[in-house]
């Protein structure tokens, strides 16, 4: 069975400054997806950012982009020009690329980032 | 684009009681559907998923069951709430196809007293 680990409860960050998400993972497929997600205080799941794994180029989304480095099964995301607004819960999330029936998510256990003004 | 409605927004909840949690789908047709729980401040947990109506997965044994009675609905319920039920759930579709995300709803928060 897959895993994903958030190593880092919490983080914190300057207002304007870069910050880094650490996610690792655990599989034996060689293909599928990985996700993103950030929970503010209202609970909403919001997708920040997705990545294919036979996709080599790192996915960017704004300020938000990752690093993903397959063969280490690391999927790190930087927020850079961190606003008050990125304050929330993030959830790194693997999905296997099955093609057909249900797409289950397995998710890390969050990371609560705060940006400091 | 789905829209997800999820109610109540939030639940207060005698242990022993019975529970209905409802999730309703717009924008799409023979969606995928997830019942996820997050207990305080930890990830969240599949309990169960369904590809179509009357079709029902359970991830992990529980107090709970789900059901589908409508193409673009999905319930959760319980006969007898434990203190363990409480927790946030979250709704969730997707189009069964693997590139596309899962979209959530806004949730429910269920305190069980």
């Known amino acids: 069975a897959q895993t994903v680990t958030q190593s880092q409860p919490e983080m914190s960050v300057q207002e304007a400054e870069t910050v880094t998400l650490s996610c690792t993972y655990d599989?034996?497929?060689?293909?599928?997806?990985l996700f993103w997600y950030k929970q503010p205080p209202s609970r909403q799941m919001i997708l920040v950012i997705r990545?294919?794994?036979?996709?080599?180029q790192n996915a960017t989304e704004n300020r938000f982009s990752v690093n993903f480095q397959k063969a280490a099964k690391s999927f790190s995301l930087k927020i850079s020009d961190s606003q008050l607004g990125d304050a929330a819960m993030y959830f790194c999330?693997?999905?296997?690329?099955?093609?057909?029936?249900?797409?289950?998510?397995?998710f890390g256990q969050g990371t609560r980032l705060t940006i400091n003004p | 684009s789905q829209t997800i409605h999820q109610w109540p927004a939030t639940l207060v909840q005698p242990v022993g009681s019975p529970l209905s949690l409802e999730c309703t789908v717009e924008?799409?047709?023979?969606?995928?559907l997830y019942w996820y729980r997050q207990a305080a401040g930890r990830g969240l947990q599949l309990l169960f998923y369904?590809?179509?109506?009357?079709?029902i997965s359970s991830e992990v044994p529980q107090n709970l069951s789900a059901s589908r009675p409508q193409d673009r609905q999905f319930i959760l319920s319980s006969k007898k709430l434990l203190l363990s039920d409480s927790g946030f759930y979250l709704c969730?579709?997707?189009?069964?196809?693997?590139?596309?995300?899962?979209?959530f709803g806004d949730g429910t928060r269920l305190s069980i007293l």
């Open positions: 924008g799409t047709s023979n969606p995928n």
């Open positions: 599989t034996s497929e060689s293909d599928y997806y």
């Open positions: 999330a693997y999905r296997s690329a099955e093609r057909q029936g249900a797409q289950k998510l397995v």
């Open positions: 969730a579709c997707d189009r069964g196809r693997s590139n596309q995300p899962q979209h």
């Open positions: 990545q294919e794994a036979y996709k080599q």
């Open positions: 369904s590809v179509g109506i009357g079709q």
